[in-house]
T-cell receptor, first 111, second 113 residues
Framework: AAGVIQSPRHLIKEKRETATLKCYPI?????VYWYQQGPGQDPQFLIS???????DKGSIPDRFSAQQFSDYHSELNMSSLELGDSALYFC??????????FGPGTRLTVT | GQQLNQSPQSMFIQEGEDVSMNCTSS?????WLWYKQDPGEGPVLLIA?????ELTSNGRLTAQFGITRKDSFLNISASIPSDVGIYFC?????????????FGTGTRLTVIP
């Protein structure tokens, strides 16, 4: 079965640079979530979209923004990167409020 | 924010043994889920629970949704080496516009062959 696709899988950026992470949900899933997982931590919710509209917001810094496009894929834009932004970023998708299925993640390293 | 505490934090067991871990919350959730995560990979959904008191099995895994809606446990029977990983519980309020997951602190499982 098709799974959630994330790209890139690895990304290295310098401080103050910008980064864009992409997420392609499971076909027919209309809801996308973004989570951030620091080393040794549990995933923390950032933001979610349902039918291309922002549906909920968690601990997402103002330097980050995201959107969901007409084909339901989503992008997380991160600006003015800081060392503390180094983490695994996961996208999950669901059909409405059903179970969330996670992608393989993007490992962001900020140097 | 929501606090979900998992115990134990880590476990070392012999292959073939049964495992039990649990998750408690200070708040009520309407859905409980259990995920397994391998290093550097995304969490993989194991079991989803939707009703207080519900007991659900998936192969060697059994999970229960606590009657108070503030806790859940996961049992793994006859452990095998590929069970190694970090197990996370997650609670979901399942309300309109608030379906994000709150994760537990994780239980790291090591299976000794």
């Amino acid at each position: 079965a098709a799974g959630v696709i994330q790209s890139p899988r690895h990304l290295i950026k310098e401080k103050r640079e910008t980064a864009t992470l992409k997420c392609y949900p499971i076909p027919r899933h209309d809801t996308v979530y973004w989570y951030q997982q620091g080393p040794g931590q549990d995933p923390q919710f950032l933001i979610s979209f349902y039918e291309k509209m922002q549906s909920d917001k968690g601990s997402i810094p103002d330097r980050f923004s995201a959107q969901q496009f007409s084909d339901y894929h989503s992008e997380l834009n991160m600006s003015s990167l800081e060392l503390g932004d180094s983490a695994l970023y996961f996208c999950a998708s669901s059909l409405g409020s059903d179970e969330q299925y996670f992608g393989p993640g993007t490992r962001l390293t900020v140097t | 924010g929501q606090q979900l505490n998992q115990s134990p934090q880590s476990m070392f067991i012999q292959e073939g043994e049964d495992v039990s871990m649990n998750c408690t919350s200070s708040s009520i959730f309407n859905t409980w889920l259990w995920y397994k995560q391998d290093p550097g990979e995304g969490p993989v959904l194991l079991i989803a629970l939707y009703k207080a008191g519900e007991l659900t099995s998936n192969g060697r895994l059994t999970a229960q949704f606590g009657i108070t809606r503030k806790d859940s446990f996961l049992n793994i029977s006859a452990s095998i080496p590929s069970d190694v990983g970090i197990y996370f519980c997650a609670g979901q309020l399942s309300q309109t516009g608030a379906n994000n997951l709150f994760f537990g602190t994780g239980t790291r499982l090591t299976v000794i062959p």
